[in-house]
């Protein structure tokens, strides 16, 4: 006779990553407020790349990519909470 075990589920964490052309400074650990259409998203900077090198900040014209903690849009503004 065979046993069957359950069969183990793989869940796929995929990090959601925001493009964004800074039109002022930003640094890790800034808090930032993501709002669109659908988007509604307050979370603290925990990564940034600029042309696929991490770094700490970048200021206005840099573009950046910012690991966010959710999907997010095209239209998306995002803004540097106080």
Same mark, same amino acid.
């Given at each position: 006779?065979?046993? @069957? @075990? ?14 964004v052309r800074l039109s002022a ?11 669109g259409h659908t988007t509604d ?5 925990? @990564? ?19 690991? /966010?903690?959710?999907? /997010? ?10």
């Amino acid at each position: 006779m065979l046993r @069957s @075990s359950p069969h183990a589920h793989q869940t796929r964490l995929h990090r959601a990553v925001a493009a964004v052309r800074l039109s002022a400074p930003l640094a890790l650990a800034d808090k930032i407020h993501i709002r669109g259409h659908t988007t509604d998203l307050v979370q603290n900077v925990a @990564s940034m790349e600029v042309e696929h090198a991490k770094v700490d900040r970048a200021g206005p014209g840099d573009d950046v990519a910012l690991e /966010v903690d959710d999907h /997010v849009r095209d239209r998306d503004l995002i803004f540097h909470e106080a």
